[in-house]
Protein backbone atom coordinates (compact mmCIF):
# COMPACT_ATOMS: atom_id res chain seq x y z
CA UNK A 1 0.00 0.00 0.00
CA UNK A 2 0.98 3.35 -1.07
CA UNK A 3 1.48 6.19 2.11
CA UNK A 4 1.06 9.46 0.68
CA UNK A 5 1.30 11.95 3.34
CA UNK A 6 -0.96 15.12 3.92
CA UNK A 7 -1.61 17.70 5.99
CA UNK A 8 -4.53 17.81 8.66
CA UNK A 9 -6.94 19.67 7.11
CA UNK A 10 -8.16 23.28 9.02
CA UNK A 11 -11.87 23.00 9.03
CA UNK A 12 -12.62 22.45 13.30
CA UNK A 13 -12.42 26.19 13.77
CA UNK A 14 -15.25 29.10 12.60
CA UNK A 15 -13.50 31.65 11.42
CA UNK A 16 -15.43 34.64 13.48
CA UNK A 17 -13.32 37.22 15.07
CA UNK A 18 -13.82 36.70 19.23
CA UNK A 19 -14.70 40.49 19.41
CA UNK A 20 -17.19 40.22 17.00
CA UNK A 21 -18.71 37.59 18.45
CA UNK A 22 -19.32 39.49 21.58
CA UNK A 23 -20.48 41.96 20.68
CA UNK A 24 -23.03 40.63 18.69
CA UNK A 25 -24.03 38.19 21.77
CA UNK A 26 -24.19 41.69 24.26
CA UNK A 27 -26.47 43.44 21.90
CA UNK A 28 -28.89 40.78 21.14
CA UNK A 29 -28.91 39.15 24.80
CA UNK A 30 -29.09 42.86 26.51
CA UNK A 31 -31.69 43.96 24.30
CA UNK A 32 -33.81 40.84 24.37
CA UNK A 33 -33.96 41.31 28.34
CA UNK A 34 -34.19 45.17 28.25
CA UNK A 35 -37.87 44.50 26.23
CA UNK A 36 -38.80 41.56 28.48
CA UNK A 37 -38.24 42.99 31.28
CA UNK A 38 -40.34 46.24 30.11
CA UNK A 39 -42.85 43.75 28.41
CA UNK A 40 -43.25 42.43 31.98
CA UNK A 41 -43.18 45.32 34.35
CA UNK A 42 -45.90 46.87 32.38
CA UNK A 43 -48.34 43.99 32.55
CA UNK A 44 -47.22 43.67 36.21
CA UNK A 45 -47.92 47.53 36.53
CA UNK A 46 -51.27 47.29 35.42
CA UNK A 47 -52.22 44.66 37.68
CA UNK A 48 -50.99 46.02 40.75
CA UNK A 49 -53.15 49.04 40.61
CA UNK A 50 -56.21 46.89 40.87
CA UNK A 51 -54.99 44.43 43.93
CA UNK A 52 -57.04 45.49 46.81
CA UNK A 53 -55.39 46.79 49.86
CA UNK A 54 -57.25 44.82 52.33
CA UNK A 55 -55.62 41.82 50.60
CA UNK A 56 -51.75 43.51 50.33
CA UNK A 57 -52.27 43.90 54.10
CA UNK A 58 -53.53 40.27 55.05
CA UNK A 59 -50.76 39.27 52.93
CA UNK A 60 -48.02 41.30 54.58
CA UNK A 61 -49.20 42.03 57.92
CA UNK A 62 -46.26 41.57 60.14
CA UNK A 63 -43.32 42.25 57.45
CA UNK A 64 -42.23 45.22 59.53
CA UNK A 65 -41.97 43.06 62.88
CA UNK A 66 -38.89 41.40 61.23
CA UNK A 67 -36.89 44.54 60.53
CA UNK A 68 -36.92 44.84 64.73
CA UNK A 69 -38.62 47.59 65.62
CA UNK A 70 -37.52 49.64 68.56
CA UNK A 71 -38.99 51.85 70.84
CA UNK A 72 -38.98 55.54 71.07
CA UNK A 73 -40.47 58.15 72.74
CA UNK A 74 -40.79 60.06 69.65
CA UNK A 75 -42.72 56.76 67.61
CA UNK A 76 -46.26 58.11 69.78
CA UNK A 77 -45.94 61.57 68.26
CA UNK A 78 -44.56 60.42 64.35
CA UNK A 79 -47.30 57.99 64.45
CA UNK A 80 -49.93 61.43 65.77
CA UNK A 81 -48.69 63.33 62.95
CA UNK A 82 -48.69 60.54 60.29
CA UNK A 83 -52.69 60.08 61.05
CA UNK A 84 -53.26 63.43 60.89
CA UNK A 85 -51.42 64.17 57.60
CA UNK A 86 -53.45 60.81 56.05
CA UNK A 87 -56.68 62.48 56.86
CA UNK A 88 -55.78 64.69 53.70
CA UNK A 89 -55.81 61.27 51.88
CA UNK A 90 -59.59 60.50 51.36
CA UNK A 91 -59.10 57.14 49.42
CA UNK A 92 -56.45 56.00 52.19
CA UNK A 93 -57.40 51.97 52.35
CA UNK A 94 -54.25 51.24 54.85
CA UNK A 95 -54.53 50.89 58.73
CA UNK A 96 -51.12 53.10 58.72
CA UNK A 97 -48.54 52.33 61.19
CA UNK A 98 -45.35 53.87 61.87
CA UNK A 99 -42.25 51.96 63.61
CA UNK A 100 -39.03 53.46 64.18
CA UNK A 101 -36.05 51.48 63.46
CA UNK A 102 -32.08 51.72 64.87
CA UNK A 103 -30.09 53.05 62.56
CA UNK A 104 -27.69 56.01 62.06
CA UNK A 105 -28.33 56.89 58.72
CA UNK A 106 -31.76 59.34 58.27
CA UNK A 107 -33.75 57.11 56.20
CA UNK A 108 -37.12 56.04 56.12
CA UNK A 109 -39.60 53.88 53.79
CA UNK A 110 -42.78 52.45 52.95
CA UNK A 111 -43.60 48.73 53.21
CA UNK A 112 -46.48 46.46 51.57
CA UNK A 113 -49.18 46.57 53.77
CA UNK A 114 -49.01 49.99 55.23
CA UNK A 115 -46.29 50.25 57.42
CA UNK A 116 -43.84 53.22 57.61
CA UNK A 117 -40.47 52.80 58.75
CA UNK A 118 -38.43 55.28 59.59
CA UNK A 119 -34.58 55.50 61.11
CA UNK A 120 -33.42 57.47 64.38
CA UNK A 121 -31.05 59.32 62.07
CA UNK A 122 -34.15 60.57 60.85
CA UNK A 123 -35.39 61.40 64.02
CA UNK A 124 -32.58 62.85 64.92
CA UNK A 125 -32.06 65.05 62.23
CA UNK A 126 -35.31 67.03 61.10
CA UNK A 127 -35.31 70.08 63.02
CA UNK A 128 -39.61 71.22 62.37
CA UNK A 129 -42.47 69.08 62.24
CA UNK A 130 -42.92 70.60 58.73
CA UNK A 131 -39.95 68.77 57.94
CA UNK A 132 -40.83 65.12 59.35
CA UNK A 133 -44.44 65.88 58.09
CA UNK A 134 -42.46 66.18 53.99
CA UNK A 135 -40.86 62.95 54.75
CA UNK A 136 -43.80 60.65 56.19
CA UNK A 137 -46.50 62.28 53.30
CA UNK A 138 -43.27 61.55 50.47
CA UNK A 139 -43.71 57.96 52.01
CA UNK A 140 -47.60 58.15 51.75
CA UNK A 141 -46.96 58.93 48.31
CA UNK A 142 -45.55 55.75 47.71
CA UNK A 143 -48.66 53.94 49.28
CA UNK A 144 -51.07 55.97 46.93
CA UNK A 145 -48.70 55.42 43.57
CA UNK A 146 -48.42 52.13 44.61
CA UNK A 147 -44.68 52.01 44.25
CA UNK A 148 -44.03 49.80 47.06
CA UNK A 149 -45.57 46.63 45.51
CA UNK A 150 -44.57 47.76 41.70
CA UNK A 151 -40.89 47.46 43.19
CA UNK A 152 -41.44 44.51 44.63
CA UNK A 153 -43.40 42.72 41.12
CA UNK A 154 -40.31 44.55 39.24
CA UNK A 155 -38.12 42.43 41.26
CA UNK A 156 -39.92 39.76 40.50
CA UNK A 157 -39.99 40.50 36.90
CA UNK A 158 -35.97 41.06 36.65
CA UNK A 159 -35.57 37.72 38.72
CA UNK A 160 -38.28 36.46 36.01
CA UNK A 161 -36.67 37.18 32.64
CA UNK A 162 -32.74 36.23 35.02
CA UNK A 163 -33.50 33.00 35.64
CA UNK A 164 -35.24 32.26 32.36
CA UNK A 165 -32.06 33.87 30.47
CA UNK A 166 -29.32 32.42 32.84
CA UNK A 167 -31.28 28.64 33.32
CA UNK A 168 -31.94 29.74 36.82
CA UNK A 169 -28.01 28.75 38.13
CA UNK A 170 -25.64 31.63 37.36
CA UNK A 171 -26.51 34.88 39.38
CA UNK A 172 -23.62 36.25 36.94
CA UNK A 173 -22.29 39.79 37.63
CA UNK A 174 -24.16 41.37 34.26
CA UNK A 175 -27.01 40.29 35.22
CA UNK A 176 -26.88 41.80 38.90
CA UNK A 177 -25.91 45.19 36.91
CA UNK A 178 -28.66 45.50 34.75
CA UNK A 179 -31.03 44.86 38.00
CA UNK A 180 -29.27 47.52 39.81
CA UNK A 181 -29.44 50.43 37.18
CA UNK A 182 -32.84 49.85 35.88
CA UNK A 183 -34.10 49.31 39.71
CA UNK A 184 -32.43 52.40 40.02
CA UNK A 185 -34.06 54.09 37.11
CA UNK A 186 -37.76 53.13 38.22
CA UNK A 187 -37.22 54.54 41.89
CA UNK A 188 -36.14 58.03 40.80
CA UNK A 189 -38.64 58.62 38.76
CA UNK A 190 -41.38 57.03 41.83
CA UNK A 191 -39.45 59.94 44.05
CA UNK A 192 -40.35 62.49 42.26
CA UNK A 193 -43.73 61.36 41.64
CA UNK A 194 -44.16 60.87 45.68
CA UNK A 195 -42.70 63.86 46.27
CA UNK A 196 -45.44 65.36 44.45
CA UNK A 197 -48.06 63.85 46.38
CA UNK A 198 -46.11 64.43 49.67
CA UNK A 199 -45.90 68.24 49.11
CA UNK A 200 -49.80 68.33 48.49
CA UNK A 201 -50.33 66.60 51.83
CA UNK A 202 -48.09 69.17 53.27
CA UNK A 203 -49.98 72.20 51.62
CA UNK A 204 -53.07 70.57 52.83
CA UNK A 205 -51.87 70.28 56.59
CA UNK A 206 -50.12 73.69 57.02
CA UNK A 207 -50.79 75.93 54.05
CA UNK A 208 -47.47 76.15 52.69
CA UNK A 209 -45.02 73.87 51.78
CA UNK A 210 -41.95 75.92 54.22
CA UNK A 211 -39.59 73.19 55.62
CA UNK A 212 -40.87 70.81 53.38
CA UNK A 213 -37.38 70.80 51.08
CA UNK A 214 -35.27 71.56 54.43
CA UNK A 215 -34.16 67.85 54.54
CA UNK A 216 -33.34 67.83 51.09
CA UNK A 217 -31.26 70.54 51.41
CA UNK A 218 -29.55 69.36 54.47
CA UNK A 219 -27.97 66.75 52.81
CA UNK A 220 -24.89 68.16 50.27
CA UNK A 221 -24.51 70.65 53.12
CA UNK A 222 -23.28 68.22 55.59
CA UNK A 223 -20.09 67.88 54.77
CA UNK A 224 -17.31 64.77 53.25
CA UNK A 225 -17.96 62.24 56.12
CA UNK A 226 -21.75 62.54 55.38
CA UNK A 227 -21.70 62.58 52.30
CA UNK A 228 -20.20 59.11 52.52
CA UNK A 229 -23.21 58.40 54.81
CA UNK A 230 -25.90 59.85 52.65
CA UNK A 231 -24.65 57.35 49.82
CA UNK A 232 -27.46 55.02 50.15
CA UNK A 233 -30.26 57.68 50.35
CA UNK A 234 -28.57 59.42 46.95
CA UNK A 235 -28.37 56.47 44.83
CA UNK A 236 -32.28 55.94 44.40
CA UNK A 237 -33.51 58.98 45.79
CA UNK A 238 -32.28 61.95 43.00
CA UNK A 239 -29.39 64.13 43.52
CA UNK A 240 -30.91 66.70 46.05
CA UNK A 241 -31.03 69.76 43.90
CA UNK A 242 -32.38 68.19 41.19
CA UNK A 243 -35.31 67.29 43.78
CA UNK A 244 -35.46 70.86 45.23
CA UNK A 245 -36.28 72.15 41.84
CA UNK A 246 -38.92 69.45 41.22
CA UNK A 247 -40.44 70.20 44.48
CA UNK A 248 -40.36 74.47 43.76
CA UNK A 249 -41.42 73.34 40.30
CA UNK A 250 -44.48 71.97 41.60
CA UNK A 251 -45.34 74.65 43.81
CA UNK A 252 -45.30 77.28 41.88
CA UNK A 253 -47.65 75.09 38.98
CA UNK A 254 -50.22 74.85 42.24
CA UNK A 255 -49.60 78.27 43.21
CA UNK A 256 -49.41 76.91 46.68
CA UNK A 257 -47.67 79.39 49.37
CA UNK A 258 -43.65 78.94 49.77
CA UNK A 259 -43.17 80.28 52.37
CA UNK A 260 -44.66 79.90 56.07
CA UNK A 261 -44.58 79.66 60.00
CA UNK A 262 -42.63 76.34 60.45
CA UNK A 263 -44.41 74.37 63.20
CA UNK A 264 -41.48 73.26 65.84
CA UNK A 265 -41.47 69.93 66.63
CA UNK A 266 -42.14 69.04 70.10
CA UNK A 267 -40.87 65.41 70.08
CA UNK A 268 -37.72 66.73 69.92
CA UNK A 269 -37.80 68.59 72.76
CA UNK A 270 -39.34 65.66 75.11
CA UNK A 271 -36.39 63.84 77.03
CA UNK A 272 -35.31 60.57 75.52
CA UNK B 1 -23.05 51.71 54.20
CA UNK B 2 -20.73 51.52 50.76
CA UNK B 3 -21.31 54.06 48.06
CA UNK B 4 -23.43 51.89 45.52
CA UNK B 5 -21.76 53.61 42.27
CA UNK B 6 -18.49 52.44 44.28
CA UNK B 7 -20.41 48.65 44.05
CA UNK B 8 -21.11 48.64 41.08
CA UNK B 9 -17.29 49.96 39.80
CA UNK B 10 -15.66 47.28 42.55
CA UNK B 11 -18.06 44.78 40.49
CA UNK B 12 -17.26 45.79 36.83
CA UNK B 13 -13.20 46.77 36.98
CA UNK B 14 -12.42 43.47 37.66
CA UNK B 15 -14.69 42.54 35.47
CA UNK B 16 -12.97 44.43 32.90
CA UNK B 17 -9.45 43.85 33.47
CA UNK B 18 -9.98 40.08 33.57
CA UNK B 19 -11.96 40.20 30.19
CA UNK B 20 -9.30 42.39 28.87
CA UNK B 21 -6.04 40.07 30.27
CA UNK B 22 -8.02 36.82 29.20
CA UNK B 23 -8.20 38.65 25.49
CA UNK B 24 -4.59 39.53 24.92
CA UNK B 25 -2.82 36.93 26.90
CA UNK B 26 -5.15 33.81 25.51
CA UNK B 27 -5.31 35.54 21.24
CA UNK B 28 -1.56 35.86 22.17
CA UNK B 29 -0.71 32.28 23.00
CA UNK B 30 -2.92 31.38 20.55
CA UNK B 31 -1.48 32.02 17.92
CA UNK B 32 2.06 31.18 19.02
CA UNK B 33 0.37 27.62 19.62
CA UNK B 34 -1.26 27.04 16.32
CA UNK B 35 2.20 28.68 14.46
CA UNK B 36 4.13 26.22 16.86
CA UNK B 37 1.30 23.37 15.56
CA UNK B 38 1.44 23.80 12.11
CA UNK B 39 5.42 23.68 12.20
CA UNK B 40 5.36 20.56 14.53
CA UNK B 41 3.08 19.39 11.81
CA UNK B 42 4.69 19.57 9.34
CA UNK B 43 8.09 17.73 10.64
CA UNK B 44 5.93 14.97 11.30
CA UNK B 45 3.80 14.30 8.76
CA UNK B 46 5.96 11.12 7.32
CA UNK B 47 4.57 9.50 9.71
CA UNK B 48 1.81 6.98 8.51
CA UNK B 49 -0.55 7.81 11.64
CA UNK B 50 -3.78 5.94 11.17
CA UNK B 51 -7.72 5.20 12.55
CA UNK B 52 -7.95 1.34 11.08
CA UNK B 53 -7.65 -1.17 13.54
CA UNK B 54 -5.43 -3.72 12.06
CA UNK B 55 -2.25 -2.27 10.06
CA UNK B 56 -2.74 -3.33 6.20
CA UNK B 57 -1.91 -7.08 5.48
CA UNK B 58 1.23 -6.09 3.26
CA UNK B 59 3.55 -4.61 6.40
CA UNK B 60 5.75 -6.96 7.83
CA UNK B 61 5.90 -5.50 11.21
CA UNK B 62 8.32 -6.45 14.02
CA UNK B 63 7.82 -4.70 16.50
CA UNK B 64 4.75 -3.07 18.18
CA UNK B 65 4.05 -0.65 21.42
CA UNK B 66 1.81 1.59 22.99
CA UNK B 67 2.00 5.36 22.27
CA UNK B 68 0.05 8.36 23.84
CA UNK B 69 0.24 11.58 23.81
CA UNK B 70 -1.80 13.82 26.21
CA UNK B 71 -3.19 17.49 26.87
CA UNK B 72 -4.85 19.04 29.77
CA UNK B 73 -6.60 22.82 28.47
CA UNK B 74 -8.34 25.39 30.47
CA UNK B 75 -10.18 28.97 28.98
CA UNK B 76 -9.19 32.01 29.04
CA UNK B 77 -11.56 33.73 31.16
CA UNK B 78 -12.28 35.72 28.06
CA UNK B 79 -13.52 33.10 26.19
CA UNK B 80 -15.69 31.47 29.15
CA UNK B 81 -17.69 34.38 29.28
CA UNK B 82 -18.06 34.16 25.10
CA UNK B 83 -19.01 30.32 26.16
CA UNK B 84 -21.60 31.52 28.53
CA UNK B 85 -23.35 33.79 26.40
CA UNK B 86 -23.31 31.12 24.08
CA UNK B 87 -25.23 28.89 26.91
CA UNK B 88 -28.05 31.81 26.65
CA UNK B 89 -28.47 31.61 23.18
CA UNK B 90 -27.61 28.08 21.91
CA UNK B 91 -25.44 28.27 18.53
CA UNK B 92 -21.49 27.60 17.98
CA UNK B 93 -19.33 27.79 20.68
CA UNK B 94 -16.47 29.15 18.59
CA UNK B 95 -14.50 30.34 21.46
CA UNK B 96 -14.71 26.37 22.22
CA UNK B 97 -13.83 25.49 19.17
CA UNK B 98 -10.11 26.92 18.68
CA UNK B 99 -9.09 25.58 21.90
CA UNK B 100 -10.45 21.88 21.77
CA UNK B 101 -8.43 21.98 18.20
CA UNK B 102 -5.39 22.90 19.32
CA UNK B 103 -5.60 20.48 22.16
CA UNK B 104 -6.09 17.78 20.17
CA UNK B 105 -3.19 18.63 17.41
CA UNK B 106 -0.84 18.97 20.34
CA UNK B 107 -2.19 15.33 21.80
CA UNK B 108 -1.45 13.81 18.45
CA UNK B 109 1.96 15.76 18.23
CA UNK B 110 3.08 14.42 21.07
CA UNK B 111 2.28 10.69 20.50
CA UNK B 112 3.72 11.18 17.09
CA UNK B 113 6.86 12.80 18.49
CA UNK B 114 7.20 9.66 20.99
CA UNK B 115 6.61 6.97 18.24
CA UNK B 116 9.60 9.21 16.26
CA UNK B 117 11.46 9.29 18.91
CA UNK B 118 11.59 5.77 19.67
CA UNK B 119 12.00 4.80 16.24
CA UNK B 120 8.98 3.55 14.78
CA UNK B 121 7.71 3.65 11.46
CA UNK B 122 4.08 4.15 12.14
CA UNK B 123 0.81 4.52 14.42
CA UNK B 124 -2.30 2.47 13.69
CA UNK B 125 -5.40 2.18 15.54
CA UNK B 126 -5.23 5.90 16.90
CA UNK B 127 -8.18 7.31 19.01
CA UNK B 128 -9.20 10.00 20.82
CA UNK B 129 -10.33 10.18 24.58
CA UNK B 130 -11.40 13.47 26.12
CA UNK B 131 -12.41 14.25 29.32
CA UNK B 132 -13.84 17.08 31.45
CA UNK B 133 -11.89 17.99 34.85
CA UNK B 134 -14.61 18.88 37.48
CA UNK B 135 -14.31 22.34 38.88
CA UNK B 136 -13.74 22.01 42.90
CA UNK B 137 -13.97 25.28 43.76
CA UNK B 138 -17.44 25.28 42.01
CA UNK B 139 -18.86 21.86 44.01
CA UNK B 140 -18.36 20.39 40.82
CA UNK B 141 -20.22 22.33 38.95
CA UNK B 142 -18.08 24.09 36.58
CA UNK B 143 -15.12 22.55 34.13
CA UNK B 144 -11.95 23.53 35.18
CA UNK B 145 -10.14 22.23 31.80
CA UNK B 146 -10.38 19.37 29.86
CA UNK B 147 -8.10 16.21 28.89
CA UNK B 148 -7.41 14.85 25.59
CA UNK B 149 -5.54 12.01 25.40
CA UNK B 150 -4.65 10.07 21.86
CA UNK B 151 -2.75 6.66 21.86
CA UNK B 152 -2.65 3.98 19.30
CA UNK B 153 -0.36 1.45 18.68
CA UNK B 154 3.00 2.38 17.37
CA UNK B 155 4.53 -0.50 14.72
CA UNK B 156 8.36 -1.28 13.52
CA UNK B 157 8.50 -2.04 9.97
CA UNK B 158 11.00 -4.80 8.52
CA UNK B 159 12.82 -2.91 5.81
Known amino acids: MEWEPSDLPENNVTDVHPLRELGLLLVGIGGATIVLTLVLAFFIDGVVRFLPAEWEARAFSGLWEELDPVSDDRQGASQELLDRLSLHWQENPYQLRLFVIDAPEPNAFALPGGAIGVTRGLLDDVESENELAFVLAHELGHFERRHHLRGLSRSLALGLVFGAATGGSSGTLLTEWVSNVTQLGFAREHELEADRFGLGLVVAEYGHTGGAADFFEKLPETGAGAIHRMAAWLATHPVSPERIAALKRVARQEGWRRHGELTPLYLNAEPR | ?159
Open chain 2, 1 to 159: MEDPLVQIGAQIIPFFLLMLMGFIVGTTIESNHYREIRKREAQTRHLPTISFRRPPPSWQITSTALVHGNTVVSIDYFKRFLAGLRAITGGRITSYESLLDRARREALLRMKASAIENGFDAIVNVRLETARLANSSRNGQGTAGVEIFAFGTAVKLAS
